[in-house]
C-alpha cells in the first residue's frame, strides 16, 4: 500500500485508489494513513469525526465506516489480482482499534523525515551543497498543504501541524545551506515571500536580514529586523531573541563577516548568530 499525506490524500493498494469520497470514511482513512502500521484507538477515532460531542451510534458508525474501506481494499486487491490477501488483514482490527497495514509500501512522510534527516547529517558534516540538495528532495514531496482534501478534526489537525513544522525545519535548512553557499541574492525573492507568510517567525527574518546585507541592501535589512520586532511586540509582548538582536547589531555596525547558523530545532523560528 502507498500513501501519500503531503498534499491531497492518496492511498492505493496495487496502485489502486481506495480513498472514498464521503468525507466521514476519508477522514477515517486520513487518520490510519498518518498512522499507518500502528494502532489507532477506537476511541481517537471517534475523537476526531466528532470531537467531545459523538452520537450514541458513534461506534457502530465507526463500524460502517471500516467496512466501506474495506470493500475498497477488497475491490483494489481483486483488481490488482492479489487473490492471497484479504482486506481485514489490511485494515486489522485489534483490541481497542485499527490498524492500516502497508505491507512494505511507500509513505511520503517516512521519505520526507529520511531525506531531511540525511540533509541535517549533511549540515553537521559542513557539506552545505549535499545539504541543499537532500532538503530539496525532502521538501519536493510535498504537492501542497497536508491533506488539504481532507475534513480535518482536532487529531488530524495536530498531525498536521506536525508535519508543516517538520517542513519548515527542512526549508529553513535549505535556506541556511544556500546561505553558507553564498547564494544570498538568489534567495531574496523566496525570503520576500516567506516572512510574509510566517511574520513571526525569526529564523526566516534572521536569513532574510543576511542575503540583503550581503546583497548591499542593509537599510532594507534593518528594517526587516524593526518590522519583526513590532509584530512580536505587538502580538506576543515579546522582544526579538538576543540571537536576532546580536545579527541586528552587527549589521548595523557592518561588521564585514556577519553569518548566521541555524539548527534543525530553528523550525521554533530561533536563531543563533555568529560573528566572523
Same mark, same amino acid.
Given at each position: 500500500?502507498?500513501?501519500e499525506?503531503? %498534499?491531497?490524500?492518496a492511498?492505493?493498494?496495487? %496502485? &489502486?485508489? &481506495? $480513498?472514498?469520497?464521503?468525507?466521514k470514511?476519508?477522514q477515517?482513512?486520513?487518520?490510519?494513513?498518518l498512522n499507518?502500521?500502528?494502532?489507532?484507538?477506537v476511541?481517537? +477515532?471517534?475523537?476526531?469525526?466528532?470531537?467531545?460531542?459523538?452520537?450514541?451510534?458513534?461506534r =457502530?458508525t465507526?463500524?460502517?465506516?471500516?467496512?466501506?474501506? #474495506?470493500? +475498497? &481494499?477488497?475491490?483494489?486487491l481483486?483488481?490488482?489480482g492479489?487473490?492471497?490477501? !484479504?482486506? *481485514?488483514? &489490511?485494515?486489522?482490527t485489534?483490541?481497542?482499534g485499527y #490498524?492500516?497495514?502497508?505491507?512494505? /509500501?511507500?509513505?511520503?512522510?517516512?521519505?520526507l523525515?529520511? #531525506?531531511a534527516?540525511?540533509g541535517?547529517?549533511?549540515?553537521?558534516?559542513?557539506?552545505?551543497a549535499?545539504a541543499? !540538495? !537532500?532538503l530539496?528532495?525532502a521538501?519536493?514531496l510535498? =504537492?501542497?498543504?497536508?491533506?488539504?482534501?481532507?475534513?480535518? %478534526?482536532?487529531?488530524?489537525t495536530?498531525?498536521?501541524?506536525?508535519?508543516?513544522?517538520?517542513? @519548515?525545519c527542512? @526549508?529553513?535548512?535549505r535556506?541556511?545551506?544556500? @546561505?553558507r553557499?553564498?547564494?544570498h541574492?538568489?534567495?531574496l525573492?523566496?525570503?520576500?515571500?516567506?516572512? !510574509? *507568510?510566517?511574520?513571526?517567525?525569526?529564523?526566516?527574518?534572521?536569513?532574510?536580514?543576511l542575503?540583503l546585507?550581503?546583497?548591499g541592501?542593509?537599510?532594507?535589512?534593518l528594517?526587516i529586523?524593526?518590522?519583526?520586532? =513590532?509584530?512580536?511586540?505587538?502580538? +506576543? %509582548?515579546?522582544?526579538?531573541?538576543? $540571537? +536576532? /538582536?546580536k545579527?541586528q547589531?552587527?549589521?548595523?555596525?557592518?561588521?564585514?563577516?556577519?553569518?548566521?547558523?541555524?539548527?534543525?530545532e530553528?523550525g521554533?523560528g530561533r536563531?543563533v548568530a555568529?560573528?566572523?
Amino acid at each position: 500500500m502507498d500513501i501519500e499525506v503531503l %498534499g491531497s490524500l492518496a492511498v492505493r493498494e496495487h %496502485g &489502486i485508489s &481506495i $480513498a472514498p469520497t464521503a468525507p466521514k470514511p476519508r477522514q477515517v482513512l486520513a487518520l490510519l494513513a498518518l498512522n499507518a502500521d500502528h494502532v489507532v484507538p477506537v476511541s481517537t +477515532l471517534i475523537e476526531e469525526l466528532w470531537d467531545e460531542n459523538p452520537p450514541r451510534s458513534a461506534r =457502530t458508525t465507526m463500524q460502517t465506516y471500516i467496512l466501506q474501506l #474495506r470493500d +475498497l &481494499i477488497g475491490e483494489a486487491l481483486l483488481r490488482g489480482g492479489d487473490e492471497q490477501a !484479504k482486506a *481485514k488483514d &489490511i485494515l486489522v482490527t485489534l483490541p481497542g482499534g485499527y #490498524r492500516l497495514q502497508t505491507r512494505g /509500501g511507500t509513505i511520503d512522510y517516512q521519505e520526507l523525515e529520511r #531525506r531531511a534527516g540525511a540533509g541535517y547529517r549533511a549540515m553537521d558534516a559542513e557539506d552545505y551543497a549535499g545539504a541543499a !540538495k !537532500k532538503l530539496r528532495d525532502a521538501l519536493a514531496l510535498w =504537492t501542497g498543504t497536508a491533506l488539504a482534501d481532507v475534513q480535518a %478534526g482536532s487529531q488530524i489537525t495536530l498531525e498536521v501541524s506536525r508535519l508543516e513544522e517538520t517542513r @519548515l525545519c527542512a @526549508l529553513d535548512q535549505r535556506i541556511e545551506a544556500d @546561505l553558507r553557499l553564498g547564494h544570498h541574492r538568489g534567495l531574496l525573492s523566496e525570503l520576500t515571500v516567506l516572512v !510574509k *507568510k510566517y511574520p513571526m517567525h525569526e529564523s526566516l527574518h534572521g536569513q532574510f536580514m543576511l542575503a540583503l546585507y550581503r546583497s548591499g541592501r542593509r537599510g532594507e535589512a534593518l528594517n526587516i529586523y524593526q518590522h519583526l520586532r =513590532t509584530t512580536l511586540v505587538r502580538e +506576543l %509582548g515579546l522582544e526579538p531573541s538576543a $540571537a +536576532l /538582536g546580536k545579527l541586528q547589531r552587527s549589521i548595523l555596525m557592518a561588521h564585514p563577516d556577519v553569518g548566521v547558523t541555524t539548527g534543525p530545532e530553528s523550525g521554533s523560528g530561533r536563531l543563533v548568530a555568529r560573528v566572523g
